[in-house]
């Protein structure tokens, strides 16, 4: 069972930056591929970023490639999710997950969240204009 804790949310005006961060407790970080999902009001939950286990490969959706970074800290079992130059469509629910698999550990990147068995309890973002 792995634990997961965002924080980092918050209401911030658009062009200015957050940083989210995901704690993880439980079983061995270091195994798990991460990922960031969100949800706005009245949508379905969506992709954000994703890590591979090593943190050697990441994947972002084309709404956030270039704003978004994701990265890892295996030290404090924590992932983060910078995010730069904010846009009012960026506001949502955040979500972290965790996923550690055969297939995680060969290396592949879960990058739907029906791969993903552990979720946090999300943390809002909301970017004003």
């Known amino acids: 069972q792995v634990r997961l804790v965002e924080s980092g949310g918050g209401v911030v005006q658009a062009g200015e930056s957050l940083r989210l961060s995901c704690a993880a407790s439980g079983r061995t970080f270091s195994t798990y591929a991460m990922g960031w999902f969100r949800q706005a009001p009245g949508k379905e939950r969506e992709f954000v970023a994703a890590s591979s286990w090593s943190g050697d490969s990441t994947y972002y959706a084309d709404s956030v490639k270039g704003r978004f970074t994701i990265s890892r800290d295996a030290a404090k079992n924590t992932v983060y999710l910078q995010m730069n130059s904010l846009k009012p469509e960026d506001t949502a629910v955040y979500y972290c997950?965790?996923?550690?698999?055969?297939?995680?550990?060969?290396?592949?990147?879960?990058?739907?969240?029906?791969?993903?068995?552990?979720w946090g309890q999300g943390t809002q973002v909301t970017v004003s204009s």
């Open positions: 997950a965790a996923e550690s698999s055969r297939a995680v550990l060969a290396g592949r990147l879960p990058l739907t969240e029906w791969e993903y068995a552990y």
